[in-house]
């Protein structure tokens, strides 16, 4: 009996979920208890928060840099998220997949369905790729935990909240959905769904397991 090759390509899990619905505090815990995941980091043109750092959360960038990016074809997405603009390079996940490491996107529902649309004609993002879809228990729980975060204005928090309405109806286009009542159960429930996912015989070289 031979066993097949170890995955050729590591997975490009890609979360996706409205702000308030928790999606990036479980990307952070999900980073602590896998180590060896790699985080995309995306590039932006919103200015950073406190305790914010250039290269750690994102790449903070002008509005120019951002279109010169555009330009060299560096995105494998980008969209404008609440009024400001958001991508994800292609380094930051085709070069790591290709290397057999997992990369995890924390990006809106917009870029993963431009990345889902590029799945068509691309072998490595067809092959690497898995959606996620994080939502809240209700919508009256995100209202409240998108208040309670203190970190926006009125305003910023009436985008996200219309936006929210958008993005809750796309659920159903992702191939995994977590709800999130519990931030330790969907951290578990996602770690659990990375481990089954390398599992999958698709991620397997074809060369036979019985011979
Ligand atoms: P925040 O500004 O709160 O960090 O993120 C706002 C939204 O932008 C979140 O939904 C986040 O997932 C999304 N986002 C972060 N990076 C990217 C990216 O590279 N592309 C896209 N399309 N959305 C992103």
């Known amino acids: 009996m031979k066993y097949k090759k170890p995955p050729r390509l590591g997975i490009a899990l890609i979360v996706s979920g409205p ?10 815990a999900l980073r602590k208890i896998k180590g060896d995941l790699h985080f995309s980091v995306s590039c932006t043109t919103r200015e950073p928060r406190p305790g914010e750092k250039d290269g750690i959360e994102y790449y903070f960038i002008g509005n120019d840099e951002f279109k010169r990016r555009i330009e060299n074809d560096e995105f494998i997405e980008h969209a404008d998220v609440h009024g400001h603009l958001y991508g994800t390079l292609r380094k930051e996940v085709i070069d790591f997949v290709k290397k057999g490491r997992d990369v995890l996107l924390d990006i809106d529902v917009q870029g993963a ?18 959606f996620v879809f994080i939502g809240p228990p209700n919508f009256t729980e995100l209202e409240r935990r998108l208040r309670s975060r203190a970190t926006e204005t009125e305003d910023a ?15 159903d286009k992702y191939d995994y959905l977590l709800i999130n009542k519990d931030i330790d159960k969907t951290v578990e429930d996602l770690k659990c769904l990375l481990d089954i996912l390398h599992k999958s015989t698709k991620r397997l070289e074809d060369s036979g397991f019985y011979v």
Do not use: F, H, P
Not at 113 to 130: A, H, P
Not at 157 to 171: G, P, V
């Open 19 to 28: 702000s308030g619905a928790g999606k990036s505090t479980v990307c952070q």
């Open 113 to 130: 369905m431009q990345i889902r649309s590029k799945t068509e004609n691309d072998e490595v993002l067809r092959s690497s790729t898995e």
């Open 157 to 171: 928090i009436r985008t996200r909240l219309e936006n929210a309405r958008k993005e809750l109806d796309c659920w």
